[in-house]
């Protein structure tokens, strides 16, 4: 679900400043509990932040100092002074605030390259996984409802499913991915549909009895597959 993926990873940064409405936040936050790579940019736009904050805070202190020091002239400059001061304070502070702006762009167009980068590099590398045990593994039937299509094999523990011809979901809606073991369901992904309407995923499955694939509420936390089941894949025992 790398294409749906893109979406809390989006929301990542809107999360760290406080931007997401309830509903957002809620999805984002039960997102964030089996998703160590969220965590991982959670933390690192939080050290931005902080930078940024860091920096801000010198800015505003140099500008501190400038004041002073302009208040300090000779009193003998008063008039001078007085011009200056009313020179100098906006100066400083569009300085200040140009300097943040410099800083922000720098700091998170770097983020914004590695974020772009590694996306592609774990789409490709996810595809590549996929296809390479659809096409060595043991075939497997995919038991699909609302028009998707899907193929799925297994080859030494590792389950890969390719589906296709997914529907368009409503804005409250994500698509959840479920490990089935001993009749109980645990989540494995969550993520919107993606526009082209595949879903490719792989997964280690040792001791899966199945994996199913459900459309659920975004606004709420669901604990077990829901009457809306776009597919199922039955493993054989032993994998």
Same mark, same amino acid.
């Given at each position: 679900?790398?294409?749906?993926?893109?979406?809390?990873?989006?929301?990542?940064?809107?999360?760290?400043?406080?931007?997401?409405?309830?509903?957002?936040?809620?999805?984002?936050?039960?997102?964030?509990?089996?998703?160590?790579?969220?965590?991982?940019?959670?933390?690192?736009?939080?050290?931005?932040?902080?930078?940024?904050?860091?920096?801000?805070?010198?800015? =505003?202190?140099? %500008?501190?100092? *400038? /004041?002073?020091? @302009?208040?300090? #002239?000779?009193?003998?400059?008063?008039?001078? +002074?007085?011009?200056?001061?009313?020179?100098?304070?906006?100066?400083? =502070?569009?300085? %200040?605030?140009? *300097? /943040?702006?410099? @800083?922000?762009? #720098?700091?998170?167009?770097?983020?914004?390259? +590695?974020?772009?980068?590694?996306?592609?590099?774990?789409?490709?590398? =996810?595809?590549?996984?996929?296809?390479?045990?659809?096409?060595?593994?043991?075939?497997?039937?995919?038991?699909?409802?609302?028009?998707?299509?899907?193929?799925?094999?297994?080859?030494?523990?590792?389950?890969?499913?390719?589906?296709?011809?997914?529907?368009?979901?409503?804005?409250?809606?994500?698509?959840?991915?479920?490990?089935?073991?001993?009749?109980?369901?645990?989540?494995?992904?969550?993520?919107?549909?993606?526009?082209?309407?595949?879903?490719?995923?792989?997964?280690?499955?040792?001791?899966?009895?199945?994996?199913?694939?459900?459309?659920?509420?975004?606004?709420?936390?669901?604990?077990?597959?829901?009457?809306?089941?776009?597919?199922?894949?039955?493993?054989?025992?032993?994998?």
């Amino acid at each position: 679900m790398a294409e749906s993926h893109q979406r809390y990873e989006d929301l990542a940064l809107a999360h760290v400043l406080g931007g997401l409405d309830s509903q957002d936040s809620a999805e984002f936050r039960a997102h964030l509990l089996s998703c160590r790579d969220c965590r991982l940019r959670v933390a690192e736009l939080r050290d931005l932040a902080a930078e940024l904050a860091a920096t801000e805070r010198q800015e =505003r202190r140099r %500008a501190a100092v *400038a /004041t002073e020091t @302009v208040r300090r #002239v000779d009193h003998h400059d008063a008039d001078d +002074r007085s011009r200056w001061e009313r020179w100098s304070r906006p100066a400083l =502070r569009v300085g %200040a605030v140009l *300097a /943040t702006m410099v @800083v922000l762009t #720098v700091l998170f167009w770097n983020y914004h390259l +590695r974020r772009v980068t590694g996306n592609y590099e774990a789409v490709v590398e =996810r595809q590549a996984e996929v296809l390479s045990i659809l096409a060595s593994g043991d075939p497997l039937d995919v038991r699909t409802s609302a028009g998707v299509t899907g193929a799925a094999a297994v080859s030494d523990g590792h389950l890969a499913v390719s589906l296709e011809a997914f529907p368009e979901l409503g804005e409250d809606e994500v698509v959840v991915l479920w490990r089935v073991d001993d009749g109980r369901a645990s989540v494995v992904d969550v993520g919107r549909a993606p526009q082209d309407g595949a879903v490719p995923f792989a997964m280690q499955v040792a001791d899966a009895d199945a994996v199913v694939v459900t459309v659920e509420s975004a606004s709420q936390r669901p604990t077990a597959p829901g009457n809306r089941q776009l597919a199922e894949v039955r493993l054989p025992p032993g994998d």
